[in-house]
C-alpha cells in the first residue's frame, strides 16, 4: 500500500573493507625547500650573468679597434654625389628661404631670351587686372 516516507532517515554505514584513504599529509617542508632552492638558484643564474655581461662589457671597453690600411690611405676623403644630410632642419630651413626670395624677389630666368621673374604677389595684381585669356568661340 502506502510507503512510509521518512525524509531524515540516516542510511546504513556501507561496509567495503577493500576501499580505504591516504593515512599520510602531502611533505608541505618538501615542497617549501624545493620552492625556495628555486628561488635560490634564480637568483645565483641572475648574478651570475650581470657578472659576466659587466666582463664582456669591460673587456670591449679595452680593445683598440684595428686600423684598416686602405681606410687610412684614404683620410678626409667624401664619397660621391648624392650624400646624406648631417644637418636636415638646416637644410629645409635653407630651401624655404630659397623659394621664398624666389617668390618675391624680381630676377633673371633667361637673360638672352629677355624672360624675368616678378614677385607672386605683383603677378597675382596683374593678373586680377588683366584678366586671364579666353579662346575665341568659333561660329560653324
Do not use: C, K
Not at 599529509?25 to 617549501?32: L, P
Not at 686600423?67 to 650624400?83: K, M, N, T
Not at 624655404?96 to 624677389?105: A, G, M
Request: aromatic share 6%; no cysteine; hydrophobic share 40%.
Amino acid at each position: 500500500m502506502a510507503e512510509l516516507h521518512q525524509p531524515h532517515a540516516q542510511p546504513a554505514p556501507a561496509t567495503n573493507p577493500e576501499v580505504r584513504h591516504e593515512t599520510s599529509d602531502v611533505d608541505t617542508r618538501a615542497i617549501f625547500a624545493f620552492g625556495a632552492g628555486l628561488v635560490a638558484v634564480a637568483l645565483l643564474i641572475n648574478l651570475l650573468t650581470y657578472v659576466l655581461f659587466r666582463y664582456f662589457d669591460a673587456r670591449e671597453g679595452r680593445r683598440v679597434m684595428p686600423q684598416y690600411p686602405l681606410a687610412a690611405a684614404e683620410g678626409a676623403r667624401v664619397p660621391p654625389e648624392p650624400r646624406l644630410q648631417t644637418n636636415p632642419r638646416q637644410d629645409l630651413a635653407d630651401l624655404r628661404t630659397r623659394e621664398n626670395e624666389t617668390l618675391t624677389t624680381y630676377g633673371w630666368v633667361d637673360r638672352n631670351a629677355g624672360v624675368v621673374r616678378i614677385p607672386i604677389e605683383e603677378a597675382i595684381r596683374l593678373t586680377l587686372e588683366r584678366g586671364l585669356p579666353a579662346r575665341q568661340a568659333s561660329r560653324p
